[in-house]
């Protein structure tokens, strides 16, 4: 069954999608002020970071809401579809991952040359 063919589907995912609207706020005032940084690389890797999380929320939605309804119609046990909705739950969390480890290096990156020259400046 397809999203688009039932209404109800829908709504729901987007009544859960509210849910998350706080933190999905905070996102794209990150991705703005990332677009409005000066620095090039600090910038691609916050707007790629944030970007693959708001896509992996949105996903997560549709997929936990869609999937275990689609699989059950097509004569799949609970335990498969347990399976399958732990499998994809893997793959999220290591994309998530990938995306603060994305922000962890902006956030990061090349500090520590900087800290330790204030660091000697302010023991000459």
């Given at each position: 069954?397809?999203?688009m063919e039932d ?92 995306a603060w480890i ?23």
């Amino acid at each position: 069954m397809s999203i688009m063919e039932d209404p109800s589907m829908l709504i729901t995912i987007l009544g859960s999608l509210l849910t998350n609207l706080p933190l999905l706020a905070v996102w794209f005032v990150g991705l703005y002020f990332a677009w409005r940084w000066r620095e090039a690389s600090f910038a691609r890797y916050v707007t790629i970071g944030l970007t693959l999380m708001i896509v992996l929320l949105i996903a997560s939605h549709v997929i936990s809401i869609w999937l275990p309804m689609t699989l059950l119609q097509q004569g799949y046990s609970s335990v498969e579809l347990g399976g399958i909705i732990g499998g994809i739950g893997f793959v999220f969390t290591l994309l998530n991952s990938g995306a603060w480890i994305l922000i962890l290096i902006a956030l990061f990156r090349g500090r520590g040359n900087k800290a330790k020259r204030l660091y000697e400046d302010d023991n000459a």
